[in-house]
């Protein structure tokens, strides 16, 4: 899955770059190694984000906190830090030796064409590599919506009300996908 | 739904008063708005840490937050602060005019008594005021988890690992709870 902070649209539609947010790499990485996702890229174009990233990365991963805390150490290792969505792109149909079926996400999803049960069949048919894009401030840009293979239905709780944060998003997404119901 | 910040244990099972963290006020809230919870309980003793809520609540719900952003308004004014638990179950008689049930969560559940489907079954119910509560830091003390009336099971994702920030752990929860998954 893809973290994406550019492109995306600010709260006037128009698009920005957002800042890293330190909670949802810890938040997003966690729920990503709860529910078996094999990569997180961060994906930020911004130089001094580039760095951010990377230094809360090292402590966990291979500085104090990875003693203070293994569990933690377990899911920032599966972040990748990348600068844009093609080298995400390239670094799967690299790693996996094929192209990854990309799934948009957005709470103000106008037309979609995935629902969460055509996920749910998507991820276990795995006869391609899956990818995952969530955008951080008001959502993924127009383009990278039209360009991806799917557009995932936007979550519906118990109302009208649909202002989840993106670590919240995340965590229901991959539980709809991939959770133990049954317990 | 309530946050307690005390009683809660540490890393090594110990007691304490956690620290209230400003993104679980938001992004609970934001998720207990969406799913249509009708109050959310921040509760904890420290006196500090009570003036650090009604700050960031105040902020929000009628300082400059709430003109800058209404959606988050929506979701921060569901906020009650309450000093213990016996209060969080005293306020509710006394709105409800009926004592709660109480459900407790735990990744570390370790006997638990409660499913998801039978949590929907409570409340699909709705003949009682259901109270769900949560904890920070490691997790709800031992005292809170066995004098609760059901004990939910642990979330599973997709292996042994189960690190969620307590922020994922009530989003899915709700989404498990009262998430419309057909669409």
């Known amino acids: 899955m893809g973290l994406i902070h550019h492109p995306v649209v600010d709260k006037n539609d128009q698009t920005i770059a957002a800042a890293v947010t330190n909670l949802d790499l810890h938040d997003i990485a966690r729920a990503a190694r709860t529910y078996g996702v094999s990569r ?3 994906v930020t174009p911004l130089e001094d984000q580039q760095e951010l ?3 809360i990365v090292n402590h966990w991963v291979s500085g104090a906190g990875a003693t203070y805390n293994p569990d933690r150490r377990a899911a920032l290792e ?6 844009n969505l093609t080298d995400v ?3 799967i149909e690299k790693s996996e030796c094929q192209k990854p079926l990309t799934v948009v ?3 103000r999803m106008e037309r979609s064409d995935l629902n969460y049960e055509g996920l749910r069949e998507l991820g276990a048919r795995g006869d391609r590599p899956l990818l ?3 955008g951080t401030a008001w959502g993924l840009a127009a383009d990278v919506i039209e360009a991806a293979d799917y557009r995932l239905a936007p979550i519906e709780g118990w109302g009208s009300y649909n202002h989840l944060s993106v670590r919240s998003a995340v965590s229901i997404i991959l539980d709809r996908l ?6």
Not at 178 to 183: A, D, E, I, K, Q
């Open 40 to 42: 997180f890229y961060v």
């Open 78 to 83: 599966i972040i990748e830090l990348q600068p």
């Open 105 to 107: 996400t957005s709470a």
């Open 53 to 55: 990233v990377r230094s």
């Open 132 to 134: 995952m894009l969530f």
């Open 178 to 183: 991939r959770g133990n119901m049954s317990t």
């Open 89 to 91: 792109l390239a670094a």
